[in-house]
């Protein structure tokens, strides 16, 4: 009982959760997906609240983002079912872009096909509410969005991050320059040179393309273990927003004189 009421006091004497910000950027042609995920755990409740908002990455870099000013709000269950069951969902109902290049979800396509593989890479970051910055913009035929900037995602002053590959479409890709290979190799032989057809008969046993059932069988699986990676990488990136509890400076103490900061790294020769 003692113990109980001594862990009791240690845990309304730290200092409060925190809301803070879980950045989903999928890199695919600009403009992509980008998801904003704002959690505020919710204690007393035993639960949380996340509102949803989506929009499109200006830049490569991740640090300009256009998002839609009104977001989904969502009360998820502090279990481990309700984080996965809001996972789940996020993913296979979740925001979806429209651009030129089709259509950007973060669900991954479940047949394979030259015209949709899903994202090829995505990142996940964990954001304090001092990193994200959004103002309200209209364009010029009235639609409003937010204007937001964000850390760059090849900056690591986030407080977590994860980053993602989708084999599937790795697999994909590489199916398709073998392919292409064999048929540079074709004309090679149609060219009628011999310089050419000596180059083409040399290069005849290199690697061939899977047959149909195996490509399928093999580009399902890698599909699978990307979205597997996905939703682990998200349960994982929610459980550290639940116990967000802001920034803190490490205690230094006082400044150190300017001649102790000119003396040489320990273990390291004076001159």
Request: charged share 25%.
């Amino acid at each position: 009982m003692a113990r109980y009421l001594a862990e009791t006091i240690c845990e309304l004497a730290a200092p409060p959760l925190q809301p803070c910000f879980i950045r989903v950027q999928v890199d695919q042609e600009l403009p992509a997906l980008s998801v904003l995920l704002h959690v505020r755990p919710r204690p007393l409740t035993a639960g949380l609240e996340i509102a949803v908002y989506s929009g499109t990455g200006q830049d490569e870099e991740g640090e300009l983002v256009h998002l839609e000013p009104e977001g989904t709000l969502f009360a998820v269950p502090h279990t481990q079912a309700g984080l996965e069951h809001f996972v789940s969902d996020l993913i296979a109902a979740g925001p979806a872009e429209w651009d030129e290049t089709g259509r950007g979800t973060l669900a991954l396509p479940t047949q394979a096909s030259p015209g949709d593989r899903g994202w090829s890479r995505l990142q996940i970051d964990l954001l304090p509410p001092s990193d994200v910055h959004a103002t309200l913009r209209v364009r010029p035929l009235g639609k409003r969005y937010l204007r937001t900037s964000m850390p760059a995602l090849c900056e690591d002053n986030n407080c977590g991050q994860a980053k993602l590959r989708n084999w599937a479409a790795d697999y994909a890709d590489g199916q398709d320059a073998i392919k292409q290979s064999i048929e540079q190799r074709q004309k090679e032989l149609a060219s009628g040179t011999l310089e050419a057809a000596l180059r083409a008969v040399n290069n005849r046993e290199r690697e061939q393309p899977d047959g149909p059932e195996v490509f399928q069988r093999k580009w399902r699986a890698a599909r699978d273990a990307a979205e597997a990676e996905l939703k682990a990488a998200l349960l994982a990136m929610l459980r550290q927003a639940l116990r967000y509890r802001g920034r803190i400076e490490f205690p230094v103490g006082a400044p150190a004189p300017a001649a102790a900061e000119a003396a040489p790294d320990a273990g390291q020769p004076a001159a």
